[in-house]
C-alpha cells in the first residue's frame, strides 16, 4: 500500500531531514507551475519515470530545465533502450498517478521479497542547490528539503543515488 504524504513527511521527521511544503492547485508539467516556482527557493525539479525493453524501472530526478534525450540515455546508463512507464505500474511500484512523479515515491519501492525495482538516477546539477523541490506523492503542493537531505532519503529508502551529469550528455 502506497504511502500517505502524512507518512511521508514522518519518514522525513524521523530521518531528521527539515521540509516546508505549500499547498497549491495541481500542475502536471513543469511549464504549468511557473508561477508556482517563482514563490518558492531553490532548484524545481521534472521527474520520470521509465522502463527499459527488458523491465528495468529507472526514476530520474533532474533539475526542471534539463533536457533529457531518452534516445541516447541507455547508453548513458548502460541499459536497453528506455521509454515511459505504463501508468498501472507506476501506481504499483511508486504509488503515485502522472503527473504526480517524485523522487519522495522511492517510500513506495520497498518490496517484501528483496531489494528495490527502481534504480534511482539524479541530475548532478540539483546538488548545485541548497534547496530542491518536489511533489509529496501528489501533485497539489510542492516540498522543498536540502539538497543533501535528497540523497539521505533517497539512500534510508534502499536507494543509492546514481549521479549523472545531464548538462554534459547534452554538449556530448
Known amino acids: 500500500m502506497a504511502a500517505s504524504r502524512a507518512e511521508l513527511f514522518r519518514f522525513l521527521d524521523d530521518l531528521g531531514i527539515a521540509h516546508t ?3 497549491h492547485r495541481p500542475v ?5 507551475g511557473q508561477d508556482i ?3 518558492l527557493p531553490g532548484g524545481h525539479t521534472k521527474n520520470l519515470f521509465l522502463k527499459d525493453r527488458k523491465g528495468a524501472l529507472v526514476l530520474i530526478s533532474a533539475l526542471g530545465d534539463t533536457a533529457i534525450r531518452l534516445n541516447r540515455l541507455h547508453k ?6 528506455l521509454s515511459f512507464g505504463r501508468e498501472e505500474l507506476m501506481r504499483q ?3 503515485v498517478a502522472p503527473g504526480s512523479v517524485t523522487a519522495f515515491a522511492l517510500i513506495n519501492d520497498r518490496p517484501a521479497n528483496g531489494g ?3 534504480r534511482f538516477v539524479l541530475d548532478r546539477a540539483i546538488l548545485a542547490h541548497d534547496l530542491v523541490n518536489f511533489h ?14 535528497l540523497l539521505r532519503f533517497a539512500r534510508a529508502t534502499g536507494h543509492e543515488p546514481e549521479l ?4 554534459a550528455l547534452q554538449d556530448a
Open 21 to 23: 511544503t505549500m499547498a
Open 28 to 32: 502536471f508539467t513543469v511549464e504549468e
Open 37 to 39: 516556482k517563482a514563490q
Open 76 to 81: 548513458t546508463l548502460g541499459c536497453a533502450r
Open 93 to 95: 511500484v511508486l504509488g
Open 116 to 118: 528495490p525495482r527502481v
Open 136 to 149: 509529496p506523492l501528489k501533485n497539489d503542493a510542492t516540498t522543498t528539503i536540502a539538497s543533501a537531505d
Open 164 to 167: 549523472v551529469d545531464f548538462a
